[in-house]
């Protein structure tokens, strides 16, 4: 199944929207069940310096539930080109549903050691010159941001006050920043704990000018770490799916949401403001928890 980008629609978000404050949510997972929104935009300018240098295959890095894995494997296959996922850790039986799905779309794994695995360089080194296009973990880099920043021209967003995404590596964060008006207010969610060199990590993907939009990072919402999904949570995800027909992921949007209805009840946003919200997908992650966990698949 192809990507779908005449999928992507946004969504009024009544339960989001308090007092003369109005949110919308840019549906991005509609792209595809599978592959996460963002990371399609995010590896769109990879895939094409890799086609234009006539790289023969892409290789990236991840772990064994990684958005970013198996869109680059769909990705890579998409554009005829092979692939392989350096993954953390042990093999695993049975395998995660991603680096099924990953292995569905022909992608090669080869897994690896966590001390390896920090070691990003050295691997790399190991394929030099052999036609082997990488990119790196999460689709991090100036490329991925400019994909990114595709994500604003999908629809007119020129009259929200605020764009708000879920953040990893800030690659995302860094192309709204660059797309943005210079009157609209980024915010970004973390969803790491004390991540707090991610905001040096945006700016090392910005341009140095003048006029840019500015952003902020919140570091409050990530339950405990990356990928913690406590009850609290899945509750949340329950509720928002019954309010607004809205899925969401454990690791990412649902975040994102919580954030912003604590946000909203804590008066974080001047009256009037008009939110546009980001759902970058992800939904491929929630095939982890036990079935019957969420109403939603
Ligand atoms: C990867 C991902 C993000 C984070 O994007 P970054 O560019 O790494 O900050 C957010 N949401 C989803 C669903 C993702 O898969």
Request: overall charge neutral; glycine content about 10%; aromatic content about 10%.
């Given at each position: 199944?192809y ?11 009544p ?28 590896l ?7 086609l ?6 892409l ?17 890579a ?23 099924g ?19 990003t360089e ?9 036609g ?13 941001a ?13 009259s929200?006050?605020h ?14 920043v ?29 341009p140095?000018?003048e ?40 690791v ?6 919580f ?19 980001i ?6 992650g929630n095939?982890s ?9």
């Amino acid at each position: 199944m192809y990507a779908k980008l005449q999928n992507i629609k946004v969504q009024p978000l009544p339960h989001f929207s308090v007092g003369d404050t109005q949110t919308d949510i840019l549906r991005l997972d509609l792209v595809h069940p599978v592959v996460s929104g963002n990371k399609w935009y995010k590896l769109k300018y990879y895939l094409a310096e890799a086609l234009a240098g006539n790289y023969h295959s892409l290789a990236s890095f991840g772990g064994a539930y990684s958005n970013h894995i198996v869109a680059t494997a769909f990705a890579a296959r998409e554009a005829g080109l092979a692939s392989t996922g350096y993954i953390r850790g042990e093999e695993t039986s049975p395998l995660s549903p991603t680096l099924g799905n990953a292995m569905e779309y022909g992608m090669k794994l080869e897994y690896v050691s966590r001390e390896t695995f920090r070691n990003t360089e050295a691997i790399m080194a190991t394929t030099a010159n052999n036609g082997i296009y990488w990119v790196r973990e999460g689709g991090f880099g100036t490329l991925g941001a400019k994909g990114a920043s595709d994500i604003l021209s999908v629809t007119d967003t020129s009259s929200y006050s605020h764009i708000i995404c879920a953040v990893g590596t800030g690659t995302m964060l860094a192309g709204l920043v660059q797309a943005a008006l210079p009157h609209q207010q980024l915010v970004g969610i973390s969803v790491l704990k004390n991540h707090f060199g991610l905001e040096q990590e945006v700016r090392s993907l910005l341009p140095q000018k003048e006029g840019l939009a500015s952003f902020t990072i919140e570091q409050d919402f990530h339950f405990g770490g990356y990928a913690k999904h406590p009850q609290n949570l899945i509750r949340f995800m329950q509720e928002t799916w019954v309010q607004e027909r809205l899925p969401t992921d454990i690791v990412y949007t649902s975040k994102l949401l919580f954030a912003v209805k604590h946000l909203l009840a804590h008066q974080y946003f001047p009256a009037g403001s008009r939110l546009l919200l980001i759902h970058s997908g992800g939904l491929q992650g929630n095939a982890s928890l036990p079935s019957g966990t969420l109403p939603f698949s």
